[in-house]
């Protein structure tokens, strides 16, 4: 079956722009996680919905960022303001609400502030 | 907080020989632990998983990872490395009062020579 799937998979965009990047769950996944993985690092865990619902989102580092999942499926995350240092590969993965510890993850969005 | 230490930012064995890939762990309880695998331009992929049970775990491709509460550790082994194991390898924990959030360690980089 189809796995997680994210688009775009490259963004390139100034300084001060807004960006959205879409995350598309595996078919009844209901939970849904965004990491940030910058060069050389390990993914930075940035929020997890259950549902429609932000059940934690202690990792977004500022108010510029914020996502939405309006529907409990499709989630798009989005960036106000966009800063050099936002760069990076944003991740997403999905999972059954019952199964937290198997987290299926898509390609990625690499994201690139000029 | 919990945190995880990846010893060794690159790591390099010849075809044929063991593979060991270090992972430590900060947690006043022990958490869940997972290792991943990140192949260059694709997604992250679990290798295995330790939540209860058997502190040893086997996982895909012949890998294994042993629990060692006393040593905090979960360090991750093959008997003898292929070409195609070379990848990035991110070793993560979860809390276990928490609903999915993953911590991941730095990475480390297996190179494989013939």
Redesign the interface.
């Known amino acids: 079956g189809a796995g997680v799937s994210q688009t775009p998979s490259n963004k390139v965009t100034e300084k001060g722009k807004y960006v959205e990047l879409r995350c598309d769950p595996i078919s009844g996944h209901t939970a849904l996680y965004w990491y940030r993985q910058s060069l050389g690092q390990g993914p930075e865990f940035l929020i997890y919905f259950q549902g429609t619902g932000a059940a934690d989102d202690s990792g977004l580092p500022n108010d510029r960022f914020f996502a939405v999942r309006p529907e409990g499926s499709v989630s798009t995350l989005k960036i106000q303001r966009t800063e050099r240092g936002d760069s990076a590969v944003y991740l997403c993965a999905s999972s059954l609400q019952s199964s937290p510890d198997t987290q299926y993850f898509g390609p990625g969005t690499r994201l690139t502030v000029l | 907080a919990q945190s995880?230490t990846q010893l060794g930012?690159h790591v390099s064995v010849s075809e044929g020989a063991l593979v060991l890939l270090r992972c430590n762990y900060s947690s006043s309880v022990p958490p869940?632990l997972?290792w991943?695998v990140q192949y260059p331009?694709?997604?992250?992929?679990?290798l295995l998983?330790y939540?209860t049970g058997a502190t040893l775990v086997k996982g895909i491709n012949g890998f294994e990872a042993e629990f060692k509460k006393s040593e905090t550790s979960f360090h991750l082994t093959k008997p003898s490395a292929h070409m195609s194991d070379a990848a990035e390898y991110?070793c993560?924990v979860?809390d276990r009062s928490?609903?999915?959030?993953?911590?991941?360690?730095?990475?480390t980089t297996l190179q494989v020579k013939p």
């Open positions: 995880v930012s869940y997972f991943y331009n694709q997604g992250l992929q679990l998983k939540t991110f993560a979860r928490n609903t999915g959030k993953l911590i991941f360690g730095q990475g």
